[in-house]
Protein backbone atom coordinates (compact mmCIF):
# COMPACT_ATOMS: atom_id res chain seq x y z
CA UNK A 1 0.00 0.00 0.00
CA UNK A 2 3.01 2.49 0.23
CA UNK A 3 2.41 4.72 -2.62
CA UNK A 4 5.53 5.41 -4.70
CA UNK A 5 7.09 8.48 -6.38
CA UNK A 6 5.15 9.07 -9.20
CA UNK A 7 1.67 7.84 -8.84
CA UNK A 8 0.39 11.03 -7.68
CA UNK A 9 1.33 14.51 -9.48
CA UNK A 10 3.55 17.46 -7.38
CA UNK A 11 0.81 19.80 -6.54
CA UNK A 12 -1.84 17.25 -4.81
CA UNK A 13 1.10 15.29 -3.36
CA UNK A 14 2.22 19.04 -1.77
CA UNK A 15 -1.32 19.61 -0.67
CA UNK A 16 -1.30 15.43 0.72
CA UNK A 17 1.97 16.51 2.83
CA UNK A 18 0.59 20.02 4.30
CA UNK A 19 -2.36 17.64 5.34
CA UNK A 20 0.10 15.24 6.75
CA UNK A 21 2.00 17.91 8.52
CA UNK A 22 -1.42 19.26 10.18
CA UNK A 23 -2.17 15.63 11.20
CA UNK A 24 1.05 14.46 13.10
CA UNK A 25 0.57 18.58 14.47
CA UNK A 26 -2.65 17.90 15.96
CA UNK A 27 -1.74 13.93 16.85
CA UNK A 28 1.47 15.37 18.90
CA UNK A 29 -0.88 17.47 21.13
CA UNK A 30 -3.38 14.96 21.48
CA UNK A 31 -0.80 12.26 22.13
CA UNK A 32 0.31 14.15 25.20
CA UNK A 33 -3.12 12.88 26.84
CA UNK A 34 -2.77 9.87 25.95
CA UNK A 35 1.19 9.06 27.05
CA UNK A 36 2.31 8.45 30.62
CA UNK A 37 5.09 7.20 32.42
CA UNK A 38 3.96 3.58 31.39
CA UNK A 39 3.21 3.84 27.74
CA UNK A 40 5.20 5.96 26.27
CA UNK A 41 7.78 3.17 25.77
CA UNK A 42 5.26 0.95 24.93
CA UNK A 43 4.08 3.25 21.85
CA UNK A 44 7.58 3.39 20.46
CA UNK A 45 7.40 -0.83 20.64
CA UNK A 46 3.98 -0.52 18.94
CA UNK A 47 5.73 1.39 16.12
CA UNK A 48 8.35 -1.09 15.49
CA UNK A 49 6.15 -4.58 16.26
CA UNK A 50 3.84 -2.56 13.41
CA UNK A 51 7.14 -2.16 11.27
CA UNK A 52 7.82 -5.70 11.98
CA UNK A 53 4.63 -7.43 10.97
CA UNK A 54 4.86 -5.40 7.82
CA UNK A 55 7.12 -7.50 6.58
CA UNK A 56 5.13 -10.61 6.54
CA UNK A 57 3.48 -10.03 3.31
CA UNK A 58 0.14 -12.69 3.28
CA UNK A 59 -1.38 -13.91 -0.20
CA UNK A 60 -4.74 -12.89 -0.65
CA UNK A 61 -5.48 -13.66 -4.47
CA UNK A 62 -3.68 -15.71 -7.31
CA UNK A 63 -0.26 -13.85 -7.79
CA UNK A 64 -1.65 -10.94 -4.93
CA UNK A 65 -0.38 -10.70 -1.38
CA UNK A 66 -1.11 -8.01 1.19
CA UNK A 67 0.51 -6.75 4.92
CA UNK A 68 -0.81 -5.13 7.61
CA UNK A 69 -1.24 -1.20 7.62
CA UNK A 70 -1.46 -1.10 11.22
CA UNK A 71 -3.49 1.96 12.10
CA UNK A 72 -6.37 0.26 13.97
CA UNK A 73 -3.64 -1.76 16.14
CA UNK A 74 -1.96 1.08 17.18
CA UNK A 75 -4.57 3.24 17.61
CA UNK A 76 -6.80 0.40 19.85
CA UNK A 77 -3.18 -0.35 21.96
CA UNK A 78 -1.82 3.17 22.47
CA UNK A 79 -5.01 5.68 21.42
CA UNK A 80 -6.06 7.40 18.27
CA UNK A 81 -3.37 10.01 18.46
CA UNK A 82 -0.19 8.14 19.31
CA UNK A 83 -1.52 5.56 16.77
CA UNK A 84 -0.87 8.29 13.92
CA UNK A 85 2.41 8.93 14.94
CA UNK A 86 3.36 5.05 15.55
CA UNK A 87 2.25 4.93 11.72
CA UNK A 88 3.78 8.13 10.71
CA UNK A 89 7.63 7.00 12.28
CA UNK A 90 7.12 3.49 10.01
CA UNK A 91 7.03 4.97 7.23
CA UNK A 92 9.62 7.42 7.91
CA UNK A 93 11.87 4.71 8.52
CA UNK A 94 10.43 2.83 5.79
CA UNK A 95 11.42 5.80 3.46
CA UNK A 96 14.84 6.96 4.35
CA UNK A 97 16.18 3.37 5.20
CA UNK A 98 14.48 1.13 3.17
CA UNK A 99 13.42 2.84 0.00
CA UNK A 100 9.70 1.45 0.51
CA UNK A 101 7.36 4.33 -0.18
CA UNK A 102 8.34 7.37 -1.89
CA UNK A 103 10.02 10.59 -0.15
CA UNK A 104 7.55 13.27 -2.43
CA UNK A 105 4.46 10.71 -1.62
CA UNK A 106 5.30 10.36 2.26
CA UNK A 107 2.45 12.90 3.12
CA UNK A 108 0.11 10.93 0.82
CA UNK A 109 1.34 7.39 2.42
CA UNK A 110 1.00 9.28 6.43
CA UNK A 111 -2.62 10.29 5.15
CA UNK A 112 -4.02 7.65 3.36
CA UNK A 113 -1.98 4.96 5.94
CA UNK A 114 -1.93 6.28 9.15
CA UNK A 115 -4.54 9.35 9.44
CA UNK A 116 -7.22 7.65 7.67
CA UNK A 117 -6.63 3.96 8.83
CA UNK A 118 -6.71 5.13 12.52
CA UNK A 119 -9.93 7.66 11.74
CA UNK A 120 -12.25 5.08 10.51
CA UNK A 121 -10.86 1.94 12.53
CA UNK A 122 -11.44 3.79 16.27
CA UNK A 123 -14.88 5.22 14.57
CA UNK A 124 -15.68 1.42 14.20
CA UNK A 125 -14.51 0.14 17.30
CA UNK A 126 -15.89 2.67 19.64
CA UNK A 127 -19.07 1.99 17.47
CA UNK A 128 -18.83 -1.66 18.29
CA UNK A 129 -17.49 -1.34 21.90
CA UNK A 130 -21.00 0.51 22.87
CA UNK A 131 -22.99 -1.85 21.24
CA UNK A 132 -21.60 -5.20 22.31
CA UNK A 133 -21.98 -6.55 25.78
CA UNK A 134 -19.06 -4.53 28.40
CA UNK A 135 -15.63 -7.40 28.18
CA UNK A 136 -12.64 -8.00 26.87
CA UNK A 137 -14.03 -10.51 24.38
CA UNK A 138 -15.97 -7.41 23.17
CA UNK A 139 -12.92 -5.08 22.55
CA UNK A 140 -11.10 -8.12 20.89
CA UNK A 141 -14.23 -8.16 18.57
CA UNK A 142 -14.57 -4.53 17.79
CA UNK A 143 -10.86 -4.38 17.14
CA UNK A 144 -11.31 -6.97 14.05
CA UNK A 145 -14.36 -4.69 13.11
CA UNK A 146 -12.54 -2.10 13.19
CA UNK A 147 -9.19 -2.96 11.15
CA UNK A 148 -10.93 -4.94 8.41
CA UNK A 149 -13.11 -1.91 7.27
CA UNK A 150 -10.08 0.26 7.81
CA UNK A 151 -8.29 -1.12 4.67
CA UNK A 152 -10.41 -0.96 2.58
CA UNK A 153 -10.92 3.01 3.51
CA UNK A 154 -7.80 3.86 3.17
CA UNK A 155 -7.80 2.25 -0.78
CA UNK A 156 -10.94 4.62 -1.49
CA UNK A 157 -8.66 7.40 -0.05
CA UNK A 158 -5.91 6.31 -2.58
CA UNK A 159 -8.39 6.34 -5.44
CA UNK A 160 -9.85 10.39 -4.16
CA UNK A 161 -6.23 11.22 -4.47
CA UNK A 162 -5.47 9.83 -7.58
CA UNK A 163 -8.83 11.02 -9.19
CA UNK A 164 -7.44 14.79 -7.89
CA UNK A 165 -3.64 14.24 -9.25
CA UNK A 166 -3.29 10.91 -10.86
CA UNK A 167 -0.71 11.32 -12.93
CA UNK A 168 -1.43 8.30 -15.71
CA UNK A 169 -4.65 8.43 -17.44
CA UNK A 170 -6.51 5.21 -16.46
CA UNK A 171 -10.55 5.61 -16.05
CA UNK A 172 -11.12 6.49 -12.07
CA UNK A 173 -14.11 3.47 -12.15
CA UNK A 174 -10.94 0.78 -12.37
CA UNK A 175 -9.02 2.38 -10.04
CA UNK A 176 -11.49 2.23 -7.43
CA UNK A 177 -13.63 -1.25 -7.93
CA UNK A 178 -9.51 -2.99 -8.55
CA UNK A 179 -7.99 -0.81 -5.16
CA UNK A 180 -11.23 -1.48 -2.64
CA UNK A 181 -11.91 -5.52 -3.93
CA UNK A 182 -8.49 -6.66 -3.23
CA UNK A 183 -7.99 -4.38 -0.19
CA UNK A 184 -11.50 -5.93 0.93
CA UNK A 185 -9.49 -8.91 1.09
CA UNK A 186 -6.40 -7.80 2.38
CA UNK A 187 -8.25 -6.41 5.27
CA UNK A 188 -9.45 -9.49 6.75
CA UNK A 189 -6.01 -10.19 6.89
CA UNK A 190 -5.46 -6.84 8.83
CA UNK A 191 -8.65 -8.04 11.36
CA UNK A 192 -7.13 -11.15 11.92
CA UNK A 193 -3.43 -10.04 12.81
CA UNK A 194 -5.38 -6.94 14.70
CA UNK A 195 -7.96 -8.99 16.56
CA UNK A 196 -4.94 -11.58 17.69
CA UNK A 197 -2.34 -8.67 18.89
CA UNK A 198 -5.26 -6.76 20.95
CA UNK A 199 -6.44 -10.03 22.84
CA UNK A 200 -2.73 -11.67 23.50
CA UNK A 201 -2.24 -8.25 25.05
CA UNK A 202 -5.65 -7.75 26.85
CA UNK A 203 -5.35 -11.46 28.46
CA UNK A 204 -2.27 -10.31 30.27
CA UNK A 205 -2.62 -7.12 30.62
CA UNK A 206 -5.75 -5.20 29.48
CA UNK A 207 -4.45 -2.00 31.51
CA UNK A 208 -1.66 -0.85 28.86
CA UNK A 209 -4.97 -1.48 25.99
CA UNK A 210 -6.13 1.92 25.48
CA UNK A 211 -9.23 1.02 23.75
CA UNK A 212 -10.18 -1.70 27.29
CA UNK A 213 -10.10 1.33 29.91
CA UNK A 214 -13.12 1.54 31.64
CA UNK A 215 -15.03 -1.10 30.37
CA UNK A 216 -14.51 -3.77 32.50
CA UNK A 217 -18.04 -5.75 33.71
CA UNK A 218 -19.69 -4.48 36.64
CA UNK A 219 -20.20 -7.50 39.50
CA UNK A 220 -23.27 -8.75 39.56
CA UNK A 221 -25.57 -10.84 42.44
CA UNK A 222 -28.18 -13.02 42.26
CA UNK A 223 -31.20 -11.74 44.72
CA UNK A 224 -34.35 -13.18 44.85
CA UNK A 225 -33.59 -15.17 40.98
CA UNK A 226 -32.65 -11.60 39.57
CA UNK A 227 -29.15 -10.24 39.27
CA UNK A 228 -28.40 -6.80 40.49
CA UNK A 229 -25.04 -5.02 40.62
CA UNK A 230 -23.02 -5.54 43.73
CA UNK A 231 -22.20 -2.88 45.90
CA UNK A 232 -19.18 -1.30 45.63
CA UNK A 233 -16.22 -2.15 47.07
CA UNK A 234 -14.55 0.06 49.42
CA UNK A 235 -11.51 1.75 48.13
CA UNK A 236 -8.43 -0.39 48.18
CA UNK A 237 -4.96 1.28 49.62
CA UNK A 238 -2.65 2.50 46.46
CA UNK A 239 -0.40 -0.42 45.16
CA UNK A 240 2.88 -0.15 42.99
CA UNK A 241 1.66 -0.07 39.38
CA UNK A 242 3.19 -2.99 37.51
CA UNK A 243 5.83 -3.12 35.53
CA UNK A 244 5.88 -2.85 31.87
CA UNK A 245 9.29 -4.31 31.01
CA UNK A 246 8.37 -8.12 30.60
CA UNK A 247 5.37 -7.00 28.14
CA UNK A 248 8.35 -4.64 26.44
CA UNK A 249 11.01 -7.35 26.74
CA UNK A 250 7.82 -9.81 24.80
CA UNK A 251 7.31 -7.70 22.36
CA UNK A 252 10.94 -6.68 21.31
CA UNK A 253 11.93 -10.33 20.93
CA UNK A 254 8.32 -11.17 18.92
CA UNK A 255 9.19 -8.03 16.18
CA UNK A 256 12.79 -9.24 16.14
CA UNK A 257 11.80 -12.65 15.50
CA UNK A 258 9.38 -11.67 12.90
CA UNK A 259 11.35 -8.99 11.32
CA UNK A 260 14.67 -11.20 11.59
CA UNK A 261 13.26 -14.77 10.70
CA UNK A 262 10.08 -15.17 9.85
CA UNK A 263 9.87 -12.61 7.05
CA UNK A 264 11.69 -15.10 4.82
CA UNK A 265 8.86 -16.78 4.33
CA UNK A 266 6.28 -14.21 2.99
CA UNK A 267 4.93 -13.94 0.40
CA UNK A 268 6.50 -12.69 -2.76
CA UNK A 269 4.13 -11.87 -4.84
CA UNK A 270 3.25 -7.96 -5.07
CA UNK A 271 1.43 -6.21 -2.84
CA UNK A 272 -2.66 -4.97 -3.41
CA UNK A 273 -1.50 -1.38 -4.60
CA UNK A 274 1.42 -2.98 -6.65
CA UNK A 275 -0.81 -5.39 -8.62
CA UNK A 276 -3.42 -2.88 -9.25
CA UNK A 277 -0.76 -0.93 -10.74
CA UNK A 278 0.73 -3.02 -12.74
CA UNK A 279 -2.53 -4.49 -14.17
CA UNK A 280 -4.05 -0.99 -15.23
CA UNK A 281 -1.07 1.26 -15.66
CA UNK A 282 -0.88 3.38 -12.94
CA UNK A 283 3.02 2.86 -12.28
CA UNK A 284 3.92 3.91 -15.90
CA UNK A 285 5.62 7.60 -14.44
CA UNK A 286 6.62 5.83 -11.56
CA UNK A 287 10.05 7.51 -10.13
CA UNK A 288 13.62 5.75 -8.90
CA UNK A 289 13.28 6.26 -5.30
CA UNK A 290 15.55 9.12 -3.41
CA UNK A 291 16.90 6.54 -1.46
CA UNK A 292 17.67 3.40 -3.81
CA UNK A 293 21.26 4.17 -2.87
CA UNK A 294 20.63 2.77 0.88
CA UNK A 295 22.95 -0.04 2.14
CA UNK A 296 19.17 -1.40 3.68
CA UNK A 297 17.08 -0.38 0.21
CA UNK A 298 14.30 -2.94 -0.25
CA UNK A 299 15.37 -4.54 2.89
CA UNK A 300 18.53 -6.40 2.51
CA UNK A 301 21.86 -5.40 3.58
CA UNK A 302 24.17 -4.33 0.55
CA UNK A 303 27.15 -6.53 0.01
CA UNK A 304 25.62 -9.39 2.14
CA UNK A 305 25.16 -12.21 -0.52
CA UNK A 306 22.76 -14.79 1.68
CA UNK A 307 19.61 -13.42 0.74
CA UNK A 308 18.24 -15.08 4.20
CA UNK A 309 21.21 -13.29 6.03
CA UNK A 310 20.75 -10.37 4.38
CA UNK A 311 16.94 -9.62 4.54
CA UNK A 312 17.00 -10.95 8.40
CA UNK A 313 19.62 -8.11 9.06
CA UNK A 314 17.67 -5.40 7.83
CA UNK A 315 14.51 -6.56 9.59
CA UNK A 316 16.60 -6.49 12.76
CA UNK A 317 18.17 -3.23 12.17
CA UNK A 318 14.81 -1.57 11.08
CA UNK A 319 13.46 -2.69 14.15
CA UNK A 320 15.90 -1.74 16.18
CA UNK A 321 16.05 2.06 14.67
CA UNK A 322 11.91 2.25 14.93
CA UNK A 323 11.94 1.62 18.57
CA UNK A 324 14.96 4.10 18.99
CA UNK A 325 13.25 6.99 17.06
CA UNK A 326 9.53 5.59 18.10
CA UNK A 327 10.74 5.65 21.92
CA UNK A 328 12.39 9.27 22.12
CA UNK A 329 9.70 10.82 20.46
CA UNK A 330 7.31 9.46 22.43
CA UNK A 331 9.04 10.38 25.79
CA UNK A 332 9.85 13.90 24.28
CA UNK A 333 6.04 14.57 23.81
CA UNK A 334 5.22 12.98 27.25
CA UNK A 335 8.12 15.29 28.74
CA UNK A 336 6.53 17.67 27.38
CA UNK A 337 3.52 16.99 28.84
CA UNK A 338 4.87 16.56 32.57
CA UNK A 339 6.45 20.37 31.96
CA UNK A 340 2.75 21.24 30.51
CA UNK A 341 2.04 20.28 33.94
CA UNK A 342 4.42 21.29 36.09
CA UNK A 343 4.06 24.70 34.77
CA UNK A 344 0.43 25.01 35.44
CA UNK A 345 0.84 23.88 39.18
CA UNK A 346 3.25 26.71 39.70
CA UNK A 347 1.18 28.96 37.71
CA UNK A 348 -0.12 32.22 40.55
CA UNK A 349 -3.49 33.26 40.41
CA UNK A 350 -4.13 36.83 38.49
CA UNK A 351 -4.93 39.35 41.94
Not at 8 to 33: F, H, M, Q, Y
Not at 268 to 282: F, N, R, T, Y
Request: glycine fraction near 12%; charge should be neutral; proline fraction near 5%.
Amino acid sequence: MHVPDGFIDAPVSIAAGVAAAGAVAVSLRGARRELDERTAPLAGLVAAFIFAVQMLNFPVAAGTSGHLLGGALAAILVGPYTGVLCVSVVLLMQGLLFADGGLTALGVNVVTMGAVTVVVAYAVFRGAVKLLPAGRGSVTVAAFAGAMLSVPASAAFFTLLFGLGGTTDVPLVKVFGAMVGVHVLIGIGEAVITAATVGAVIAVRPDLVHGARGLSTPLKLRVGGELVDAPAAPAAAPVAARSTKPVWITGLVAALALAGIVSFYASASPDGLEKVAADHGIDQKVTEHAAAGSPLADYGVKDVSDARLSGGLAGVIGVGATVVVGTGVFWTVRRRRSADLTAASTAVPAA
